[in-house]
């Protein structure tokens, strides 16, 4: 099972159907408004206090509507919680996912490298608790977030194999497996150390040198990423015969 966030075209809509209520009546501007009151009051409670449970009820009472107007929109938490997600991963472009389209330099492979894993690990801490409700959804087996995020991962992938000079296809080429296996680790990075039970567990050390930590945790896999597409780089050029740099 391939991981990531990746601002492309997803395969789950925001919501049962952007202009239709699950009734399949159009929304003019109330029901508009009242489905983007209902999201935006959803991300503020997930990325607002770790202790206010995430809910269809308390969201529902945050946003000032019934319980059965929320149902017209999200019949469940799930449904709610993939919408808040979509809504969330529009800045994963922006944030991180560019700086893998713009070639790295041969000479800069580590910095660049460094860079782009701490912008996706600040995206990640900035909102943490949607991400690892997404990582619950998906662990309990919930196919509309298992769906979801391998339609996020390829293009992710993809950036990551054209970095390596590699062909998109087949997907079990060893530039394509380096790609899916360096993917995998640097989400699993960012899942631990944003997760609270981390940093309580250290919190004898004290919150600067946990951060220290956590950046020589990036920097490692920052080393693997640049070996790894400088390994498939030499290969590519091999296989073209052109010298290596």
Partial sequence: MVISMVNEPRPVPDGPRASHNLLGQRLGRKGQETKERILVTALRLIEGSQDMPVTLTAVAREASVGMTTLYLYFPDLGDLILAVLSRVMDCAEQAFVDRLRTRWPDAALLASAQGFLHAHYQFWRRHSRILHLRNSFEDAGDARFLHYRNGVSRPLIELLIKQMDGLPEPMNAPWANSATVLLTGFERLATITTNPIFHTNLRDIGVVA????????????????????????DNARSRAGVPGE
């Fill in 210 to 233: 946990v951060q220290a930590y956590i950046d020589d945790l990036l920097n490692a896999e920052a080393e693997l990423i640049a070996l790894a597409i400088r390994h498939h780089r």
